[in-house]
């Protein structure tokens, strides 16, 4: 007759074994995803202050060299502001630049890489939001300005059909105009 108790504890230990090993894995395992999640962090975090340079960055290279591009587009006389913010309780807008003239202001948003969504977002600031937060321009004629350093297939396209002046910084400073020849940007002032 075959003893059982002797395999059921031969069993049990075994089982124990491998419960052990399960557990000093599973431990291992927690390191190793606690260790890759500090490392994930700390990569977030170098990957966000890099964007924050390069944005920097991009801006003063075109805030260099958007006046003349801006004079190339038949614009003259004008004052250029960046970087402007204007809060109204919980709302707020962000201006890249702002080039005042005599009777006219020119919107402009800037971006490393200027897709279609960047533009729809920008024709929304400019039609829902712009004279809320800027009223001093009610009665002065106020167009929009898109100027990327990469850009999404046919952007320059749907931009113009908005009514927008399309800007590409090449390299050793030039900002060139992409808008076709007789193109008339939209006043956003008149509603």
């Known amino acids: 007759m075959r003893d059982y108790r002797e395999e059921f504890w031969k069993g049990l230990e075994e089982l124990r074994k491998r419960q052990e090993e399960t557990d000093?894995?599973?431990k291992e395992a927690y390191?190793?995803?606690k260790e890759l999640s500090l490392e994930v962090?700390?990569?977030t975090r170098s990957v966000a202050e890099l964007n924050g340079v390069w944005k920097s960055y991009s801006e003063k290279i075109i805030f260099d060299n958007i006046e003349d591009a801006l004079k190339n587009a038949g614009f003259q006389d004008f004052a250029i502001s960046k970087g402007i913010k204007r809060r109204k309780g919980d709302k707020e807008i962000e201006i890249d630049f702002l080039a005042v003239g005599d009777g006219y202001v020119v919107v402009v948003e800037t971006k490393t890489t200027l897709k279609v969504k960047d533009v729809r977002k920008f024709v929304k600031k400019l039609k829902d939001k712009f004279l809320e937060f800027f009223p001093e321009f009610?009665?002065?004629r106020i167009y929009g300005a898109v100027v990327g350093i990469n850009l999404q297939d046919g952007v320059e396209k749907f931009a113009f059909k908005n009514g927008l002046m399309v800007f590409r910084y090449k390299d050793k400073g030039e900002v060139e105009i992409l808008n076709p020849e007789g193109f008339e940007p939209k006043d956003f002032g008149v509603v």
């Open 24 to 26: 000093r894995q599973i």
């Open 31 to 33: 390191k190793q995803i």
């Open 41 to 43: 962090k700390k990569t």
């Open 138 to 140: 009610r009665n002065y």
